[in-house]
């Protein structure tokens, strides 16, 4: 089920084991578009026929930076909390480390699952990050040292998504997993069984907690997004209308 894997960062769209390590600077940034801001252009005086528009405010260094290093199809990408780094999953089975700003170093790469990164996820107000594989598990990483803190096998077919189960700071080891074998299953880092699994009737695609993490939503491959009390692991709302396969879901910030 990977093949319908395409994430984007809508609401909703329809449509062996090697040990792991910290490799650093398999990557590299390009600042494909470095446009003068406003006041430089009025101190030289340009004549160019295309004006610049409102000064720019952001910290980047230059409105399009190209982040390359990947060997394949770059699954997904994800923002820490405090913006100052990014991960991107691929399906060259690696995670990418990059700081946001500057030259958008690459500062780390993860390595450790068998297949392809279909998810990762930052966890809450800290430097952990979760990731989602075709290998059947889920893992938990520490993205300052590289390390592998914990890996977690139950699912019986690729992982499709992955998120934090509750958005709360601090609250880093209890998160969600989506998968083809259509379960869906609560996981704490502290411990090595899941603390629950929710049963769906078709594969399940994407998935994204509710800000209080008493409610997650999954979508799936019969086009329904259902809404399941992970409390009681009952079913309490079903979405329906899209005419295709949901495979990207988030979560307004107050909800």
């Given at each position: 089920m990977a093949d319908h894997k395409r994430k984007v960062s809508l609401t909703s769209i329809s449509d062996e084991e090697q040990q792991p390590s910290l490799n650093i600077t398999h990557g590299t940034a390009v600042a494909l578009v470095k446009r003068p801001k406003t006041d430089?252009?009025?101190?030289?005086?340009?004549?160019?026929?295309?004006?610049?528009?409102?000064?720019?405010?952001?910290?980047?260094?230059?409105?399009?930076?190209?982040?390359?290093?990947?060997?394949?199809?770059?699954?997904?990408?994800?923002?820490?909390?405090?913006?100052?780094?990014?991960?991107?999953?691929?399906?060259?089975?690696?995670?990418?480390?990059?700081?946001?700003?500057?030259?958008?170093?690459?500062?780390g790469v993860l390595q450790g699952h068998k297949g392809g990164i279909l998810e990762v996820q930052w966890m809450p107000g800290?430097?952990?990050?979760?990731?989602?594989?075709t290998d059947h598990t889920v893992a938990m990483w520490d993205a300052m040292t590289g390390e592998r803190l914990w890996r977690g096998k139950h699912h019986t077919a690729p992982v499709n998504s992955c998120c934090p189960l509750s958005k709360s700071a601090g609250d880093d080891n209890m998160f969600v997993s989506a998968s083809d074998d259509g379960q869906l299953v609560i996981w704490d880092a502290r411990e090595r069984n899941p603390a629950a699994v929710i049963e769906h009737s078709q594969p399940l695609t994407s998935v994204v907690?509710?800000?209080?993490?008493?409610?997650?939503?999954?979508?799936?491959?019969?086009?329904?997004?259902?809404?399941?009390?992970?409390?009681?692991?009952?079913?309490?709302?079903?979405l329906r209308g899209h005419s295709g396969t949901v495979v990207g879901l988030a979560m307004s910030p107050k909800t």
């Amino acid at each position: 089920m990977a093949d319908h894997k395409r994430k984007v960062s809508l609401t909703s769209i329809s449509d062996e084991e090697q040990q792991p390590s910290l490799n650093i600077t398999h990557g590299t940034a390009v600042a494909l578009v470095k446009r003068p801001k406003t006041d430089e252009i009025q101190k030289y005086g340009s004549t160019a026929l295309v004006q610049a528009g409102p000064k720019r405010t952001s910290g980047l260094q230059a409105p399009i930076m190209h982040l390359t290093g990947h060997k394949g199809e770059v699954t997904s990408c994800r923002f820490s909390d405090t913006g100052e780094h990014i991960a991107s999953g691929s399906a060259d089975k690696q995670v990418f480390l990059w700081n946001t700003y500057g030259e958008c170093a690459n500062y780390g790469v993860l390595q450790g699952h068998k297949g392809g990164i279909l998810e990762v996820q930052w966890m809450p107000g800290s430097e952990r990050v979760i990731t989602a594989s075709t290998d059947h598990t889920v893992a938990m990483w520490d993205a300052m040292t590289g390390e592998r803190l914990w890996r977690g096998k139950h699912h019986t077919a690729p992982v499709n998504s992955c998120c934090p189960l509750s958005k709360s700071a601090g609250d880093d080891n209890m998160f969600v997993s989506a998968s083809d074998d259509g379960q869906l299953v609560i996981w704490d880092a502290r411990e090595r069984n899941p603390a629950a699994v929710i049963e769906h009737s078709q594969p399940l695609t994407s998935v994204v907690a509710a800000v209080s993490g008493n409610v997650v939503y999954a979508g799936s491959l019969d086009n329904t997004i259902t809404g399941w009390d992970v409390r009681t692991q009952s079913a309490v709302q079903t979405l329906r209308g899209h005419s295709g396969t949901v495979v990207g879901l988030a979560m307004s910030p107050k909800t």
